[in-house]
């Protein structure tokens, strides 16, 4: 069997899933609620209402409906860089010399350059629903600020995007693709909102930080009529619609007849983990099937490995709500690494309870290893991988150097969440060997840990 | 059936044409010569050994061979990154509201993000094959040194790039990503030649410029042991390798009893446009069919519409052989455009005889047309196209807005050569609205045209 399976799996458009996965309903032990910090209670509908979108709330609640149709409309979409295929790394496995079969899904073949068009497109869809003129959000880098620009100008909705200042005018690359998708790309800290004033009075030449923008987004949209706010990560409702990765590498993997050992994805806020394992931990929480679920998470921000599972603030500003999760607390800083996408402090509420309940294992791995590895990678595979995805090509690799040495046929299955066309100085640093690792000591978690909110649910 | 066709057609690996096609064998009036500038001879293989592989040589003399075997060392690479998708623009269509059908041959979804890589194996599989060590060429944007660096990676060859020193310093993101494959990348002119030496000392403060960056890279091939020099376009050997594009594109149509009218390329050396159209052409000479072949060229640089056809220099510092060809003359210097990849005097032999018997018709369009058909496209297809794939764009959907004024259903197929993540600096200019359209006067012209190499063949 194994010699008729392509160099790439691509499903034809009719063997897209036309639902996503709800692995809550799955979970005995649900995820716990987000917590209203001034209250002490459970967020409902109406809280979250004035914040984000009407039907994307519901989503966020509810831990009972296994799958949500996938509407119509998103479909379509989906249609214009899905499927994406599911490649076997026969040039990897011969550069490595394993008898391990490797499978990577492949998410980077769209201008956003990852998987985080899945649910962009999906919070455009609710929101124009919703009779939404627009909505707000913030970015760093700016692979989610472009990705929530293409679905906006798919819908016809105004987008604003608080782009980190410093990112702003050092990497205008993606705020130049985000502009010609039509998105309003503002510096953060800026003069339009409140908080943005009162943070350039305090500090006038300040650059500005995601928690700043995440502030100015969520007042931007709190305060203008018709408008809400999207998050391209963490919440419930963003792994739902990622499950797209996880349920079509099923699909795949099911068509060819092949039985995966191994699970491996990147972990950042959970995103993109969430959406290519849940459906595979699905199958686990059923009793259907087993799998070494493996999350791969920087050195630098370890909250998996060294975190604490506890309820904290999503945000370091801690306006916003508090979530029961592996955090290395709301305060701690991670060094500035090039995987801008994985240096959040906590991780995805439902990811932490399933790793709590032993369905997954954590690996953190340091930087200039991460980089050995992509260039690996990039040098058989051809594609120049993400500093995020790159993650776990480096625990893939290592697992198939194992199955090297005890001669296991091991099937491992990969994400390869995106392209590094936008990472470049992260690779000259590399290429030039000035990349440097900075491991927090213990003395610097216990420190953020202690800052914890003081709360007892 | 229309309504059966798939957003995205996939060829299946297998499906994957194993032979390339060679145009000249169809053709009556075969492509003239290239000529020694010294003796005024034609070139033989012994000419060309000392700076081309002999196997490349073979096939650039060869007008007689319809057909050549893909080895198979190539066709297991091509699968890295092919079979490139062939896609129907239904979003493009129903945003201009034309009854047109629209399909685009999609050659970006690789890290090169261009076509280029399709010759940039084939040849460092020959270079590999005639046991050389390494190869040398030049690179202006770094298209195409990115793809020869990749070729170079898989097959262990060395790879040395003269890249010129203004791109070098100003655009070093595709640098970083030919030194991430392994590729020395000198900035030319440099130290490491006579010619570059003999520059730097006339000039000390320059820049670069491609002729310059050719001739080092000549030099460097020539005096080192075991190196040849390769080229990314106008050759014939290249038109050959590229038209695996227009080869799988035909599969495609055929797979779906799709027959265009039209078949649109952007023009520039030739590589592209000649990979896509040959095959068809190939149809029109041997009168089994009829189609519309539009060339489209920038209007800053605008061989075709306003050249000669005649015999010039292929390069402005004329080292190198001449070649007869629409030209604007070898001293013409195109102004500053964002299209680096089709800011080239001339065109390749094959195209200019193809296009002087008739077979095809040419365009030339402005770069603010050209960028706001760019931004229209990427707004409904989702990709940010290429500057230099965007001259097709632009003439693709003319053709279908004039459908839309005349009711006529015409296919219209064109070739969508590259991604434009490496020219944000274009967008950048556009969306600002500081983009300016130059076009060279008939003096310009004559100036340039006057200056012609005086020969008689």
Same mark, same amino acid.
């Given at each position: ?11 034809? =458009? ?34 979250? %209402? ?19 149709? #996938? ?69 760093? %880098?700016?692979?989610?600020?472009? @990705? ?27 705020? =130049? ?5 039509? @998105? ?23 650059? /500005? ?31 739902? +619609? ?24 990147? *972990? ?30 920087? *050195? ?22 508090? @979530? ?13 690494? +090039? ?22 294992? *954590? ?10 590895? @992509? ?10 991988? %993400?500093?995020?995805?790159?993650? %776990? #090509? ?12 005890? /001669? ?11 392209? /590094? ?37």
């Amino acid at each position: 069997m194994s010699d008729k399976i392509p160099y790439k799996i691509y499903l034809t =458009e009719d063997e897209i899933p036309t639902q996503w996965y709800n692995v809550r309903a799955d979970m005995k032990n649900k995820p716990a609620p987000l917590i209203n910090p001034g209250t002490g209670k459970p967020l409902g509908l109406d809280d979250l %209402a004035p914040i984000f979108c009407d039907e994307l709330n519901k989503q966020e609640l509810d831990n009972d409906t296994k799958f949500f149709d #996938i509407p119509e409309e998103i479909l379509k979409f989906y249609k214009m860089y899905r499927p994406s295929p599911l490649v076997r790394a026969y040039f990897l496995e011969k550069a490595l010399g394993t008898p391990a079969k490797i499978y990577y899904k492949f998410e980077g073949n769209n201008t956003s350059g990852s998987h985080k068009l899945n649910s962009a497109i999906a919070q455009a869809y609710y929101a124009k629903k919703q009779g939404l003129k627009g909505v707000t959000t913030e970015t760093g %880098a700016g692979q989610w600020g472009t @990705a929530l620009s293409m679905a906006c100008s798919y819908f016809d909705l105004d987008c604003r995007v608080y782009m980190v200042k410093c990112s702003y005018e050092q990497k205008p690359f993606r705020r =130049e693709v985000m502009r010609t998708y039509g @998105a309003n790309v503002t510096p953060s800290p800026s003069d339009t909102t409140n908080v943005g004033r009162k943070i350039l009075a305090e500090h006038p030449g300040t650059t /500005g930080s995601l928690g700043c923008a995440i502030s100015e987004a969520v007042e931007a949209a709190v305060s203008t009529e018709g408008y809400r706010y999207v998050l391209g990560s963490v919440l419930n409702q963003v792994l739902l +619609h990622q499950t797209i990765i996880g349920l079509e590498t099923q699909v795949a993997l099911k068509k060819y007849g092949i039985k995966p050992d191994m699970i491996i994805g990147c *972990a950042g806020g959970g995103s993109n983990l969430g959406g290519l394992v849940s459906p595979f931990i699905g199958e686990m929480l059923r009793g259907e099937a087993n799998y070494q679920v493996i999350a791969v998470e920087p *050195a630098s921000c370890p909250s998996f490995t060294r975190g604490k599972y506890a309820y904290d603030f999503c945000d370091t500003g801690m306006i916003c709500p508090l @979530a029961k999760m592996y955090t290395l607390g709301s305060q701690f800083i991670p060094s500035a690494s +090039h995987a801008g996408g994985l240096r959040f402090h906590g991780m995805s509420s439902i990811l932490s309870q399933l790793y709590h309940d032993g369905y997954m294992e *954590a690996r953190a791995v340091e930087q200039t290893a991460v980089f050995e590895a @992509a260039q690996k990678f990039a040098r058989v595979e051809g594609i120049l991988p %993400a500093p995020e995805s790159s993650h %776990a #090509i480096k625990v893939a690799i290592d697992e198939a150097l194992k199955c090297k040495e005890t /001669g296991e046929e091991k099937t491992i299955v990969f994400g390869l969440t995106g392209t /590094g066309y936008f990472d470049l100085v992260a690779y000259e640093q590399f290429n030039s060997k000035t990349m440097t690792d900075t491991i927090p000591t213990d003395e610097d978690i216990a420190a953020s840990l202690a800052k914890l909110p003081n709360v007892n649910f």
